[in-house]
Nanobody
């Protein structure tokens, strides 16, 4: 049974930082591209960042470029999202997703597995 478990969310002031983790089990982590998405109240789930199977390629949404960093540790079967210079508009539930295969994607329909999400709230 595949499980993706996010952690690290919370309440932070604008300008602050958080590091999200996504622990994967039940799949071959090294065979999966990983992505982070977020969903704010009343809005659709949107792409945030993705990383290729071996971590050599990353994509970011324009809204988070230069502030967020995605990474992965295959020894720990864990993906990370380092978030700096947080803004109130970053407030959302953040979801981790895994996609079988080497190619990463910005399309949420292309991901095979999803976590339950972790809440990030940025106060002004």
């Amino acid at each position: 049974q595949v499980q993706l478990v996010e952690s690290g969310g919370g309440l932070v002031q604008a300008g602050g930082s958080l590091r999200l983790s996504c622990a994967a089990s039940g799949l071959t982590f090294s065979n999966c591209a990983m992505g982070w998405f977020r969903q704010a109240p009343g809005k659709e789930r949107e792409f945030v960042a993705a990383i290729s199977r071996i971590g050599s390629i990353t994509y970011y949404a324009d809204s988070v470029k230069a502030r967020f960093t995605i990474s992965r540790d295959s020894a720990k079967n864990t993906a990370y999202l380092e978030m700096n210079s947080l803004k109130p508009e970053d407030t959302a539930v953040y979801f981790c997703a895994a996609r079988n295969g080497a190619l990463l994607s910005m399309g949420r329909m292309r991901y095979d597995y999803w976590g339950q999400g972790t809440q990030v709230t940025v106060s002004s």
